[in-house]
């Protein structure tokens, strides 16, 4: 059973950055498409980028544009999302979700996704 484990979150500055990591113990997650999704207090969850098992552009939020970058390291088996320019409205849990089947990858519907890790908390705040 693949369980993802997110890590890399924390408090941050308003226009600061973290990176947050993506990882399955014992198993690459290079044939899984990966998507990032966050949950803010009192709001719904909603996704952030995702990127492909294949080689192809990831996708994101417009909410995010500009600002977030998804990558892999396929040498670890792992995926990655770069945040830039951080927000007080970027604050919520991120989570990281995976599936083998999909063709790509969605930000728009969570449930395409079979696996699910238990998120990292990210906080921007002064």
């Known amino acids: 059973q693949l369980q993802l484990v997110e890590s890399g979150g924390g408090l941050v500055q308003p226009g600061g950055s973290l990176t947050l990591s993506c990882a399955a113990s014992?198993?690459?997650?290079?044939?899984?498409?990966i998507g990032w999704f966050r949950q803010a207090p009192g709001k719904e969850r909603e996704g952030v980028a995702c990127i492909g098992s294949s080689l192809g552009d990831p996708s994101y939020a417009d909410i995010v544009k500009g600002r977030f970058t998804v990558f892999r390291d396929r040498t670890k088996g792992t995926v990655y999302v770069q945040m830039n320019n951080l927000q007080p409205e970027d604050t919520a849990v991120y989570y990281c979700a995976g599936d083998l089947t999909l063709d790509g990858c969605t930000v728009s519907t969570a449930g395409a996704y079979a696996y699910w890790g238990q998120g990292t908390e990210v906080t921007v705040s002064s």
């Open positions: 014992g198993f690459t997650l290079n044939y899984y498409a």
